[in-house]
Nanobody, 122 residues
Framework: VQLQASGGGLVQAGGSLRLSCAAS????????MGWFRQAPGKEREFVSA????????SYSDSVKGRFTVSRDNAKNTVTLQMNSLQPEDTAVYYC????????????????WGQGTQVTVSS
């Protein structure tokens, strides 16, 4: 199982970025996907999750209304559209996969991508 996150970069506050996660596994459409982030010196925190069907999504309070998660099971990809970015969104962003029902706890995701850096300047 491999997850490859991409799309990170440097953006000014108020800007947007679109993260993508490509999965190389045949069971992708059966897995719930999550996005987490980790800032320097901080614990990894939940950002968003989407159900295997794409019908159900979940967001942390800090990103709700600014970030949108979606998936394309035909292409084995999940996307995180991030708008109105703020300096506090600066972190390494990770995608993860779980057979469990959209958990918010990182430890419940057995499959992880390598992370992509998002830096928001003020």
């Amino acid at each position: 199982v491999q997850l490859q996150a991409s799309g990170g970069g440097l953006v000014q506050a108020g800007g947007s970025l679109r993260l993508s996660c490509a999965a190389s596994l045949r069971t992708f459409s059966n897995l719930n996907m999550g996005w987490f982030r980790q800032a320097p010196g901080k614990e990894r925190e939940f950002v968003s999750a989407i159900s295997w069907s794409g019908d159900t999504t979940s967001y942390s309070d800090s990103v709700k209304g600014r970030f949108t998660v979606s998936r394309d099971n035909a292409k084995n990809t999940v996307t995180l559209q991030m708008n109105s970015l703020q300096p506090e969104d600066t972190a390494v962003y990770y995608c993860a996969a779980s057979a469990l029902s959209m958990p918010r706890f990182a430890g419940m995701y057995p499959y992880w991508g390598q992370g992509t850096q998002v830096t928001v300047s003020s």
